[in-house]
Nanobody
């Protein structure tokens, strides 16, 4: 059964770092647009960083230069390295597998259960 399981969330202070991981069971992640989304309280879920099937990475402006997405196709694992964290990075972070070439379009994704990230000032 296909599953996406995130880990690595937690609490950090402004300027700190966290790394999230996602194990994608029964997926071949190189065939998908693997993406990290986040949802802050009271806000819509938004894409943060993606790596498409061709290996190209994409980032939303608020995280450019601070977050790095990477994939390990041998172990079917996705990572998100987050540095220079800000309070506005607080939210639930979701690992998601999307249709290749259709990154960010939520309709085409399957989702993990999410992991909480809280950044305090």
């Amino acid at each position: 059964q296909k599953r996406l399981v995130e880990s690595g969330g937690g609490a950090a202070q402004t300027g700190g770092s966290l790394t999230l991981s996602c194990v994608a069971s029964e997926y071949t992640i190189s065939e998908y647009c693997m993406t990290w989304f986040r949802q802050a309280p009271g806000k819509e879920r938004e894409g943060v960083a993606a790596v498409d099937s061709d290996g190209r990475t994409k980032y939303r402006d608020p995280v450019k230069g601070r977050f790095t997405i990477s994939r390990d196709t041998t172990n079917n694992t996705l990572h998100l390295s987050m540095t220079s964290l800000k309070p506005e990075d607080t939210g639930i972070y979701y690992c998601a597998a999307g249709r290749a070439g259709y990154c960010w379009i939520k309709h085409f994704y399957t989702w993990g259960q999410g992991t909480q990230v809280t950044v305090s000032s």
